[in-house]
Structure formats: structure tokens, C-alpha cells
């Protein structure tokens, strides 16, 4: 039994990774209709910011900070800007196939621009062990939840109570009323990119210690927080954070009792099942067809 | 079918049938490669281009066909039952991942497809006793036609291009047909074609199964041409980069796929060995689907359409003008 509640914490601290990297995806979707396909690379490529800037004598936090605001402008505003603008009023799928051409440019330009090995990375809160009734747990683990849980509640805490919050989640329910209101639109839109660039630097800070930097660190990742936004119902960003915790504690607990062989699978099941049954996720609401 | 149409048609017909004899064997090879490609883009193209289900899992049918061949040859089966096995199996399988589209679409489709595809790798990987695991299938036997050993790589170039062709008329067939224009009909709008009488269950399972078969043909092709298959190239990234041939070339554009598949597998195959270059080509290749997608949305077939489009529009507002300078002569 133990065992049992040590695998389920250390899904946990997954999850909440993956909730970070979904979070992300669920506000692109609302304010932008923007499905990035190229969300792993947007953790990845952090990842390879701050080892960069770590290399130039920058402490892990110094270094975050600066990712972060690189990010913001590289993957935030740049992206908006020469992808997501021009490319809107065609739809969802030329987004998509456009993130996922960005996201084979992102993969294989760090392969052959920088390196093709993986990369150790710092962890923020070093490795010691807890004894915590029985179960042992790392401070990497309890670090890596609270952190990421605190991002995610702050996240929600500034949509739902800050006016500028509120502002973008009207744009993001209906943007003719919100620019009718006195909203400005676009800028709303831009929070949007840029919280989504935070939230991959946060992810990738969390993320790398255990994954490695790699070129390719970004592909089931990615993969794994569309299956979590969409579990957790993709129009509401509290699902984000539940459908990541979901995928994180289930693929654990299936390594270590069905087959570490098809641990990949899991998520995929519960996605299938998800969207057979309740397409609109697990919080979501309802959305009509059109004609 | 216009004139020039006619030409281009004949021209390309002649090169595919004469270059072989002045290619080295590795040319020849290469062109099967592509060839095979294209006839796995071509029901790709069918079910994202002509139907609009967005397919994320055209690989998992291409490895599904090639495993189906590789193992009822090691099993003493021949070729020529295998195939047709492969294709129906790929027909069947098809038809069962269908079924999720018809309760989803698009972005959901496209993840559920490449789920799919997850799914189907996993167990190429997983179950050794069937598929050789991580070792793969070594020795996979070419067919033989009619007493014709089709061993060697211009025979079975040729062989490769008779069923592309053959495989190329029946789906021109098919759209031509009223099936065909359903299909369109499904994919321009749902609602319409079903309001219309349009069985949209049945199209959008049969927009799977067709599509998934020309993948199973185009897998055991692809099975005898390497001789050697294992999971890599059944992989998600390799039912991305077919739909990004698809996208690339033309979505319902039926020659699309061939110059999707020549820029999605052929060049950078080509590339492999060249040094300071086979690196970069996939992060050029990247790039380039980014601002194809932003300049040329409906892919590189588009072009021709785009640009009577505009000349049609300029030559309107021509006439618009000049028939509101005649007005105001008039006046005056």
C-alpha cells in the first residue's frame, strides 16, 4: 500500500506538469482559438534558454526570469505576430499545420544548431528524501507540486479576480461584446501568448530536471498535455490542471502495475474514452454545432 | 481535361517510364521510395483532402500493410494473397477508427487518429513473438509477376508504377462518381450533405476505410521494396509528415501527393549523405511548412487557382472602373 500512495504522489507532481503545459493550451484555445500543436517545443526550447544562460554565469532563478522574458517576446508576441495573426481567419487547421511545421523547425533546429545529447539540468529543490508516514517521498516531488500548483491557482486567481483577468476572459467568450465594452482586444489576446510563455518556462523549469534537456523532450510532452486539457474539458481551465493531475497519477500507477511497456498508452485510453463519452471534457460545457 | 493538361500529363508519363533506364540503381530505388509515397498520400488525400477528416494516423495502416505482408511471407503466404489481406485488413481497421469521427472532428480527430497511431507503434515495439520487436523482420521476399522475378530494383520499379497507376484510375473513378462528390459534399458541410440525403456515417467510415486501404497496398509495397521493416517508420512523426505531404502538395488536389511526397521523402532522402546539409533540411523543411501555410494555405497546387483568381478579380475591377467612367461620361 505504500508503494501505492508513493507512485501516486510522485503522478501527481507529473501532472502538474502536465496541467502547466495544458493550462496553457486551454487559454491559447479560449482568447485565440489557437490549437498549438508545437506546445512541447514551447517547454523545450526554455529548457535550452536557461542552460544557455546558466552557462554564461546566471543562477537557476536569474536564469528563468531571463527565459521568461525572452519567451515572452519569442514565443508570445513573435508567434502571434508571423503565425497566429495572418493565419486566424482561415480557421483551426492551417494553425495547426502551420504549429506543427514550427514544431519540427524548433526540434530538429536545436538538433542541428546546438546538440543532439541530452543535457542534465539543476533542480530547483535539490534531492533530499522525506520519510512521511511510511511513504517515502523526494523534495523534488513536493517542490515540483507546489509550485506547479501554485502557478496554476495563481493563474486562476488572476483571470477570476483581476480586472485585466476578467477582461480576457470576456475577449475570450464572446470578443465582439468584449470589444463593443471598451476592451482592447488585441492586447488582451497578447496576455494570452504571453502567460502561455510563462507557463512553458515554469513547466520546462520543473519538467527538465527529471526529462533531460533534449532536442526531443517536447514531443510526448506536448502530446500528453492536449490529451489532459481535452479530458479535463478544454473550454474550462480549472479541467486543465484536473485531466493533467488524471494522466500523470494514471501512467504512474500503470507503469508499476499493468506494463511500464505501454505506459504511453494510458493517456491515449482515457482520452479515447473522454471523447466517446463525454466530448466536451470532463468540466467542459457543451458546445452546439453550426451550420 | 485541358490541352496543356494533356502535355504535362504525357511529358511526365514518358519520364516516369524511360528515367529508370538512365538512373543507378540507388536512382531507381529512390523513385520506388516515392512512388510508394504517393500511392499511401493518395488515400491520405482522399480521407483529409477530399472528405476532411483530419487523419493523424495514415502511418499506423502503411506499417499495418507492411507488417501484414512481412509476416504471412515469413509464414510461406504468398505476396499475392498477403497484399490484398493487408488492404483488407487496413479496410477493416479503417473502418473501426472511423467510428470516433463520427462523434468528433477536427483538432479532437486529429489527436484521436494520432493516438491511434501510438497505440498501433506500441504494440509493433511490444509483441516480439509477432512483429520481432525492436528487431524487426529481416529478409522480406519481393513479389514475382507471371513467371517475372521482380527482384532486382528496375523490375520492381516498374511493378511499383503499374499498381501507383492502376490504384491512381479507380480513385479517379471514385471521385468522379456520385460517391466522390459526396465525399466533398461531407467535407464542405456536414449538415448540408445530411440534410441533402447523404449517408454521412457510412462516407465518413467509408472516407477511412478507402483511404486506409491504399495505405495497406502501399505498406506491403513498401515492406518488399526495404526488405527489412521494424517500428521507426510507422511512428507518429511519420503520419505527421504525411499529412503535412497532403497539406503541402494541395489537400483535394488529386496530384498533390505527388509533389508532396517528392518533397517529404524524396529530397531529404536524397539529402541523407550530403554533410552540412542533411542536418538542416528539416528545420528548413519545418520553416518552409510554416510560410507555405501562411502565404498558400490550400498548398502548393493552389497556386495556379490563386493567381486566375486574382487575375479575374483585377480584371472585374477593371471593367468595374471602367464602366463607372463611361457612367460618369454619360452624366457629364
Redesign the interface.
Known amino acids: 500500500m505504500t508503494d501505492f500512495f508513493q507512485l501516486f504522489f510522485s503522478g501527481l507532481a507529473t501532472g502538474s506538469i502536465y496541467a502547466l503545459a495544458a493550462l496553457g493550451f486551454t487559454l491559447l484555445w479560449q482568447a485565440a482559438g489557437t ?1 498549438n500543436f508545437a506546445q512541447g517545443e514551447f517547454v523545450m526550447l526554455p529548457a535550452f534558454m536557461m542552460l544557455g544562460f546558466m552557462a554564461m554565469g546566471a543562477p537557476l532563478l536569474v536564469a528563468f526570469l531571463l527565459a521568461c522574458l525572452v519567451s515572452v517576446v519569442v514565443l508570445g508576441w513573435a508567434f502571434k505576430k ?2 497566429v495573426d ?2 486566424l481567419r ?1 480557421g ?7 504549429t ?10 536545436v ?3 546546438f546538440s543532439a545529447e541530452a543535457h542534465p539540468f539543476p533542480s530547483l529543490f535539490g534531492d533530499a528524501l522525506f520519510k512521511v508516514a511510511g511513504v517515502t517521498v523526494t523534495a523534488a516531488d513536493i517542490g515540483t507540486l507546489v509550485f506547479a500548483l501554485l502557478i496554476v491557482v495563481g493563474t486562476q486567481a488572476f483571470l477570476a479576480k483581476t480586472v485585466t483577468g476578467r477582461a480576457m476572459q470576456a475577449v475570450a467568450q464572446n470578443t465582439e461584446s468584449a470589444s463593443v465594452l471598451g476592451i482592447n482586444v488585441p492586447r488582451m489576446i497578447f496576455y494570452t501568448f504571453a502567460i502561455n510563455a510563462v507557463l512553458a518556462c515554469a513547466a520546462a523549469l520543473l519538467v527538465t530536471p527529471t526529462y533531460l534537456a533534449k532536442f526531443d523532450m517536447g514531443e510526448s510532452l506536448g ?1 500528453k498535455a ?2 489532459a486539457a ?1 479530458i479535463g474539458g478544454f473550454n474550462n481551465s480549472r479541467g486543465a490542471l484536473l485531466g493533467g493531475l488524471i494522466v500523470g497519477v494514471s501512467e504512474n500507477l500503470a507503469a508499476a502495475y499493468i ?1 511500464p ?2 505506459k ?2 494510458v493517456a ?1 485510453v482515457i ?2 474514452v473522454v ?2 463519452f463525454k ?1 466536451q471534457g470532463l468540466l467542459g460545457k457543451k458546445e452546439e ?1 453550426k ?1 | 481535361m485541358k490541352k496543356n493538361h494533356i502535355i504535362l500529363l504525357a511529358i511526365a508519363a514518358a519520364l516516369l517510364l524511360v528515367l529508370p533506364q538512365y538512373l543507378k540503381n540507388y536512382g531507381v530505388y529512390l523513385l520506388t521510395y516515392w512512388l510508394i509515397f504517393v500511392l499511401a498520400t493518395m488515400g491520405l488525400n482522399l480521407t483529409v483532402g477530399y472528405a476532411g477528416q483530419k487523419s493523424l494516423g495514415h502511418a499506423a495502416f502503411f506499417g499495418i500493410g507492411a507488417y501484414t505482408v512481412a509476416i504471412l511471407l515469413k509464414a510461406g503466404v504468398s505476396w499475392w494473397i498477403g497484399m490484398p489481406l493487408a488492404a483488407l485488413l487496413c479496410f477493416v481497421v479503417g473502418l473501426i477508427l472511423g467510428f470516433p469521427a463520427l462523434r468528433v472532428q477536427t483538432i479532437y480527430l486529429a489527436f484521436a487518429t494520432l493516438g491511434f497511431n501510438t497505440a498501433v507503434w506500441l504494440v509493433m515495439r511490444n509483441e516480439e513473438w509477432l512483429t520481432g520487436g525492436t528487431f524487426g523482420i529481416n529478409n522480406v521476399a519481393r513479389p514475382g509477376l507471371m513467371g517475372l522475378s521482380l527482384d532486382a530494383n528496375r523490375p520492381y520499379y516498374y511493378f511499383v508504377l503499374g499498381v501507383t497507376v492502376v490504384m491512381a484510375l479507380l480513385l479517379l473513378g471514385l471521385l468522379r462518381s456520385p460517391w466522390g462528390k459526396a465525399f466533398t459534399a461531407l467535407r464542405d458541410n456536414p449538415i448540408r450533405a445530411e440534410s441533402l440525403g447523404i449517408n454521412i456515417r457510412a462516407y465518413t467510415l467509408l472516407a477511412f476505410a478507402i483511404g486506409a486501404a491504399y495505405a495497406g497496398v502501399a505498406g506491403a509495397l513498401f515492406a518488399s521494396l526495404v526488405q527489412f521493416i521494424e517500428p521507426a517508420p510507422f511512428a507518429v512523426a511519420a503520419s505527421i509528415m504525411m499529412y503535412l505531404m497532403v497539406v503541402m502538395g494541395g489537400p483535394g488536389y488529386f496530384f498533390g501527393p505527388v509533389l508532396g511526397a517528392a518533397m517529404g521523402v524524396v529530397v531529404p532522402e536524397w539529402m541523407r549523405d550530403v554533410p552540412g546539409v542533411s542536418e538542416w533540411y528539416l528545420p528548413m523543411f519545418g520553416a518552409a511548412v510554416v510560410v507555405l501555410m501562411v502565404w498558400l494555405p490550400d498548398g502548393l497546387l493552389s497556386l495556379p487557382d490563386r493567381i486566375r483568381a486574382k487575375r479575374a478579380s483585377r480584371e472585374a475591377s477593371a471593367a468595374r472602373s471602367a464602366a463607372a467612367a463611361a457612367a460618369k461620361g454619360v452624366k457629364a
Do not use: E, Q, W
Open positions: 490549437i508571423s503565425i495572418p493565419l482561415f483551426m487547421m492551417p494553425i495547426v499545420v502551420a506543427i511545421g514550427l514544431s519540427i523547425a524548433m526540434r530538429n533546429g538538433r542541428a544548431g502530446t492536449f490529451f481535452i506494463s511497456a505501454y504511453d498508452a491515449l482520452f479515447m471523447i466517446l466530448p454545432r451550420v
